[in-house]
């Protein structure tokens, strides 16, 4: 059980570790959220509003920028679409699970709860992590019977479980409910127990262990529920040993990075999986060991730094240190050698570009690095690396370029700047004007920055 940041905590796992990930984050849904005062999870209580300025680190948006093109014009199209509460989330989000994918193992699975709220733009994020094909199911809960009387729309009775495999190994076992009654009524039972019936003189039959469960999944939590801590957002533990057993087997680990009042942990233990909870709530920890007593399962003391296993609880207020190759999270992220970033205290890329722009321009042109052409305006620029990232380049800004989007496109990430002006001059695309200047000469001395932006 780890207290802390979980994007930290995630950053310190070692890649390809996990073998299942059910978890259930925050919904945007613009509100606060606090236990009952005087239940088992008093005091427990977390924000789901989310700004630009408060929730967002430049480092996010850069990594974003550079590596993942997809979730850039995501965040931009959500900003466009919906506000900017909604990129912020998108980006705050986007980053966790950009390390959550890179802890899964191949043979992993991730299960992402969710809302109306932001699903479907959850969904685009997780298409452009996981990618599209990956997605096995979008699971309906429906939780409850009514809610209110509204007159304007129908009772909003159900939340999304997005059920994403990281590879097409992925465990997965078939999982079976009981036939209703009113099923069983009209089928008959021969000697070996065998359920059928006869139609036009044939006999048709059924599984006896159940029918194949389907993706919409009827489980009710009633606010009785000797289950019940009080913890506002608290999941049925029904509802995930579905999950549990259905993508993993005894022995995995399994992790919730939004573990709080430790529905998924108290799963895992009681299925026999290990399992890593991750929470920023102080008190979670103590929700965890009072609801593994509850449920009568063995729970061991604080264990210091040691791993977890079955019926031993350790405790860490601080992150892991990975012993691995520090991979980050995407291969084609990389490094085949390690640069020094920038100065000390480093660049943002709007700095980069910033810097850039200042050493490109021509009297009322700024010039691209690729074709020499001349613009206007740097909204027709975008900055890109010399040596790609996919060939050991770095985000330092001796490795930084303004190129057009022509010459960006052609560049791709498998060029060298070098190799694309050499194919722009074999195809007649190169400006006929030389330049002048090197970008590399210009003053380096980043300028402060406004509102850290994605473009």
Not at 135 to 153: C, D, M, Q, Y
Not at 224 to 244: F, N
Not at 311 to 320: F, I, N, S
């Amino acid at each position: 059980m780890f207290h802390h940041d979980n994007l930290e905590v995630l950053r310190g796992m070692n890649s390809e570790t996990v073998d299942l990930i059910a978890t259930d984050p925050p919904f945007k849904k613009g509100r606060d959220f606090h236990a009952t005062p005087d239940s088992l999870a008093a005091g427990a209580s977390f924000k789901d509003r989310w700004t630009w300025e408060n929730d967002v680190q430049q480092e996010w948006v850069d990594k974003i920028a550079d590596d993942w093109p997809a979730i850039k014009e995501l965040v931009e199209s959500a900003e466009a679409c919906y506000g900017e509460d909604m990129a912020a989330f998108l980006v705050w989000m986007g980053i966790r699970l950009l390390e959550m994918r890179r802890v899964l193992k191949p043979t992993g699975s991730i299960y992402l709860h969710c809302d109306h709220t932001a699903g479907a733009y959850l969904k685009m994020l997780m298409d452009a992590i996981f990618g599209r094909r990956q997605l096995k199911n979008e699971i309906v809960w429906h939780f409850r019977t009514s809610s209110g009387a509204p007159k304007k729309h129908f009772i909003k009775n159900t939340n999304t479980i997005f059920f994403y495999a990281k590879s097409r190994n992925s465990v997965f076992n078939l999982q079976r409910e009981p036939w209703p009654e009113s099923t069983l009524k009209k089928w008959q039972r021969d000697s070996k127990g065998r359920i059928y019936r006869t139609n036009d003189g044939k006999r048709y039959y059924i599984d006896p262990e159940g029918k194949r469960m389907d993706n919409v999944w009827e489980i009710t939590l009633s606010s009785r529920s000797r289950e019940r801590v009080g913890y506002p957002t608290q999941k049925p533990i029904a509802l995930y040993e579905r999950i549990v057993r259905a993508s993993s087997d005894e022995g995995d680990i399994v992790l919730d990075p939004f573990c709080g009042c430790a529905t998924t942990c108290v799963v895992a233990e009681k299925l026999g999986r290990q399992w890593v909870g991750i929470d920023i709530w102080d008190k979670a920890h103590e929700t965890v060991l009072d609801r593994l007593r509850k449920e009568e399962l063995s729970v061991g003391g604080d264990q210091g730094d040691r791993l977890f296993t079955v019926g031993d609880v350790a405790y860490r207020r601080g992150v892991p240190v990975r012993t691995d190759d520090a991979q980050v999270a995407a291969p084609k992220m990389r490094r085949r050698k390690h640069y020094f970033e920038d100065p000390p205290d480093g660049f943002t890329n709007a700095q980069r570009k910033a810097l850039l722009i200042e050493a490109n321009t021509r009297g009322d042109l700024i010039l691209c690095d690729g074709c020499d052409r001349g613009f206007d305006s740097h909204e027709y620029l975008q900055l890109d690396h010399n040596t790609p990232r996919s060939d050991g380049g770095s985000n330092n800004i001796s490795n930084r370029r303004l190129l057009c989007g022509p010459c960006n496109q052609r560049k791709s990430n498998t060029l060298t700047l070098s190799g694309l002006r050499r194919k722009n001059k074999k195809e007649g695309f190169m400006a006929d004007s030389p330049r002048a200047l090197a970008p590399d000469s210009a003053d380096l001395t980043p300028q402060p920055q406004q509102r850290p932006l994605i473009r």
